[in-house]
Nanobody, 132 residues
C-alpha cells in the first residue's frame, strides 16, 4: 500500500515562496503519476500539478502555471512542489496524491475535474496559508 507523508506547509505572506515535500513509499509498480491536489475552504479539491513516473512529463493547472514547479528526487522517493509568487487564493490544504491511472490524473490537473478512482492514494495534507 502506498504511503504518502507531506510536509512544508506554513503561513506566509503574498509574494513569498514555499516548498512542499512528499515522502512516498510502498510502490509496487513503476507506472503511476504523483503530484499535488489542494482544497480551499468551502471549495472542491482541485489538481495542482503532477509528474508521470512513466515518462517524466509534468503537468500544471492554469492557476499555478509559471509559479509552481513539481520535481522529484528518485533516490529519496520524494516529490517536491516549489511554490513561488504565492497569492492569498493559494491558501488551501495541499495533498500529495498518487494514482496508477495516469491519463485520468493528467486530465484532473489540466481541466479541474475530480480525481476519484479506486486506485488513488492520498496523503494526510499540509496547510498552506497566504496572507495579503
Amino acid at each position: 500500500q502506498v504511503q504518502l507523508v507531506e510536509s512544508g506547509g506554513a503561513l506566509v505572506h503574498a509574494g513569498d515562496s514555499l516548498r512542499l515535500s512528499c515522502a512516498a513509499s510502498g510502490f509496487t509498480s513503476d507506472y503511476y503519476a504523483i503530484g499535488w491536489f489542494r482544497q480551499a475552504p468551502g471549495k472542491e479539491r482541485e489538481g495542482v500539478a503532477c509528474i508521470s513516473n512513466y515518462n517524466g512529463n509534468s503537468y500544471y493547472a492554469d492557476s499555478v502555471k509559471g509559479r509552481f514547479t513539481i520535481s522529484r528526487d528518485n533516490a529519496k522517493n520524494t516529490v517536491y512542489l516549489q511554490m513561488n509568487s504565492l497569492k492569498p487564493e493559494d491558501t488551501a490544504i495541499y495533498y500529495c496524491v498518487v494514482d496508477i491511472n495516469i491519463p485520468k490524473y493528467i486530465i484532473a490537473v489540466l481541466t479541474g475535474v475530480p480525481l476519484a478512482t479506486a486506485t488513488t492514494s492520498w496523503g494526510q495534507g499540509t496547510q498552506v496559508s497566504v496572507s495579503s
